[in-house]
């Protein structure tokens, strides 16, 4: 009787422990705020997913009053945006939102600027490892937003990450036979000849690209368009001036003037920032004499060609 007695106590001892610990654990839970999990993907036949709709206006609304706009013209394409801080003390070469993916791509965005120094860095792995590695050339611009929007997308459905707060507008140059001469050349090929499809996204699609990604990974392309604070008004304002058969110049003007009517403050070469895909830059060659070589389309205009361009207006 005297072991059974010491056995139950010490069986009984064990469980009042054991009540105790989960009595602590529960009211340690019921102490704490509750946060309902969100979900990653939320399919509805209706609406997007929860989260892209969330990422997109943290697009919107983070960094509000900046605005991006962009122009497809006939020899090139114009990325401007307002570089403005909240404090002066800031360095003003540091507030840069317009980036070189590629000699002849560029990307400007809206939104986490974290966010989008991670999609930088991804773009241009992507463009020099992965594939002019492998092929010797640069990835024409719709392959590089597949390969971007594909990022984003995953970010969308994937455990423990959050979708990218950012949109984004990529522009650049893809060689091959532009538009005006994709008619002779058809002209020129005999009945017994394969005509050229000139299919968007092959290789005979030539000239200026533009394409904008939403944090949802969708992606589509524009011939003017604008992200940011006042999008809509900048819209509205480039639509009734933007016409076919734009030049690159008028289009800087344009671009210039939409800003004026969307942005608040003094505008000079500081507080905007100008990115241009055109002609080929060949003073900015690293190396000359090279036979064959040319110079990068996609580069960022300096202060002083601001200033000119603003001087004109």
Partial sequence: MKELYLCWSFDAHWRCLELEAQRQLDYSKASQPRIPPIPHSKFSPNRPPLVSKVSLRAASNHLSFITILTLSATNGIVLATEKKSSSPLTDPASLSKISLITPNIGMVYAGMGPDYRVLVDKARKVSHTNYKRVYNEYPPTRILVQDVARVMQEATQSGGVRPYGVSLLIAGWDEGILPDEQAAVEGETTEGEKKPTGKTGGILKGGPMLYQVDPSGAYYPWKATAIGKSATSAKTFLEKRYT??????????????????????????????????????????????????????????????????????
């Fill in 244 to 313: 076919e058969g734009l030049e690159l110049e008028d289009a800087v003007h344009i671009a210039l003037l939409t800003l004026k009517e969307t942005i608040e403050g003094e505008m000079n070469g500081q507080t905007i920032e100008i990115g241009i895909v055109g002609p080929p830059a060949d003073h900015l060659l690293g190396v000359e004499g090279v036979e064959g070589a040319t110079g990068p389309r996609f580069r960022k205009l300096t202060p002083q060609e601001i200033e000119d361009y603003l001087t004109n207006m």
